[in-house]
């Protein structure tokens, strides 16, 4: 009832706090523009909203880093603490990310706030990581957790996480140019699977495994800075709800609500599975684990239980690989036809209605960072390695455009404003940076290849070239 009572008073808060000002400002960017909002409509409800963003967010990774946040960190109470560190620093940023959606909402998200905040140079360089470096990467993480779980069905080899993550991203590739696309019921199940699998691990783990010494720690020095990294890693996406703003039904309340609502959610589910791991195999048991779900059941129902959940964490993978392979083959075609240089991108096909050669280009990309992380045998954390210092960049970046915004459109129309402003911000910018850093410090030969591939995208920002 406490909680219930709580939640109600800060729901009422985020209606109060949507205050109407009595100018707006003039549209800010051409009615040419191929992201214009005026191409979208209303659509989704509060609940469609919370239900995307909870599905975003918890996907595959969550079967993968909390063995890595264990080895990190070293203690139990560290382990469930970062969990809950990591749910308040994405409630922060999704304040921010309240005011931004509802005040500019556009589907272009954080491309359309670093335009207008800091100009087309940037906005084309955050474009050019996104297809390099962010998706891409995303990508090849995604293959190498579905490459970790089938080994656990069938293994390849001592190579078997790379064969499967490269067939993976190759057949999936194939199958969307082809114009393939899964049906409405095939994607449900696939999601259906992975919070099948969730509350599996959770319920088995807390009330039928027997008990761990989980309070025994590894005895390593705490390295909260890569332990965060790998947090804020499983609870990256929900910002991806800055990019449905303007279809979201009442935005003035339900894009604050919709953002809260999921953060709060996620948090709790993040928090109830990792405690479940660290009832049944405790801190050593998560940090030397390869498959950490898989060895949970493993040790509640033996051998079929490990299959079941790896076959379960594969389908819900594959659903996550396919969804990212769509999504970022068609931001790549549309820098194609922004930027000069990427103009080859710029060709549908139209009778299989698929941007052809974006989809290889984006392919060979993702082929080339499951290589990377096989040299490096390390496919996984490499590619934390390769994405992190791009992604948090851009994400201070992000977060400081909400500031030069409000500077520079005061009069601005903003259903929802960041509560304690700017500190929420200042705060946010601060552990953006901080994880930047950190990403940088602990990471390996991924980080270093990542800001490589991001400095090789600079020339396409020159003016002769936009």
Not at 72 to 98: F, H, K, M, P, Q
Request: aromatic fraction near 10%; glycine fraction near 8%.
């Amino acid at each position: 009832m406490v909680h219930d009572y709580a939640w109600r008073r800060w729901d009422k808060a985020l209606t109060l706090n949507a205050k109407p000002v009595t100018r707006v400002e003039e549209p800010l960017l051409p009615e040419r523009s191929p992201l214009s909002p005026e191409i979208c409509q209303p659509r989704l409800s509060l609940s469609d909203a919370i239900a995307l963003i909870v599905g975003l967010v918890i996907g595959a990774g969550i079967f993968e880093t909390p063995s890595l946040v264990a080895a990190n960190l070293g203690s139990a109470r560290d382990i469930l603490g970062a969990w809950i560190v990591g749910g308040t620093i994405s409630l922060l940023g999704a304040l921010c990310y309240a005011e931004l959606a509802t005040a500019y909402p556009h589907v272009g998200g954080s491309y359309h706030y670093l335009q207008l905040a800091f100009g087309q140079r940037l906005a084309t360089l955050f474009a050019w990581a996104r297809m390099t470096v962010i998706q891409t990467g995303s990508i090849a993480l995604l293959a190498f957790v579905l490459g970790d779980y089938a080994s656990q069905i069938v293994s390849l080899g001592s190579y078997s996480p790379a064969i499967y993550a490269a067939i993976a991203v190759t057949v999936l590739t194939l199958l969307n140019m082809l114009g393939l696309r899964q049906s409405k019921r095939a994607q449900t199940w696939v999601t259906s699977a992975l919070v099948l699998g969730l509350l599996l691990v959770i319920v088995l783990g807390l009330a039928f495994t027997p008990a761990t010494s989980a309070a025994t720690p590894i005895g390593s020095r705490p390295t909260w800075g890569m332990a965060l990294v790998f947090v804020m890693l499983s609870y990256g996406g929900w910002h991806e709800a800055a990019y449905l703003s303007a279809e979201i039904e009442q935005p003035r309340r339900n894009v604050a609500r919709s953002l809260l609502w999921g953060v709060a959610t996620i948090t709790t589910v993040y928090v109830l599975i990792n405690w479940a791991y660290l009832h049944s195999l405790g801190v050593s048991g998560m940090a030397n684990s390869q498959a950490i779900a898989a060895d949970l059941l493993r040790r509640t129902l033996g051998e079929p239980g490990a299959l079941l959940v790896s076959l379960l964490v594969v389908l819900a993978t594959l659903g996550s690989i396919n969804a990212s392979i769509l999504t970022g083959a068609r931001t790549s075609y549309a820098v194609g036809q922004d930027v000069s240089p990427l103009s080859f991108l710029d060709r549908w096909q139209p009778g299989t209605s698929t941007p052809t050669a974006a989809y290889l280009l984006q392919g060979a990309i993702a082929l080339a960072l499951v290589g990377l992380g096989t040299l490096t045998r390390q496919g996984f954390e490499t590619m934390v390695d390769y994405t992190a210092p791009i992604f948090w960049g851009f994400f201070l970046l992000s977060t400081a455009s909400l500031m030069v915004l409000r500077s520079r459109h005061p009069r601005r129309l903003r259903p929802f404003q960041v509560p304690l402003y700017p500190a929420i911000p200042l705060v946010f910018c601060t552990v953006c940076l901080y994880l930047f850093c950190s990403s940088l410090i602990y990471s390996g030969v991924g980080a270093l290849v990542g800001v490589l591939v991001l400095v090789l995208g600079i020339p396409l920002t020159w003016p002769s070239r936009l």
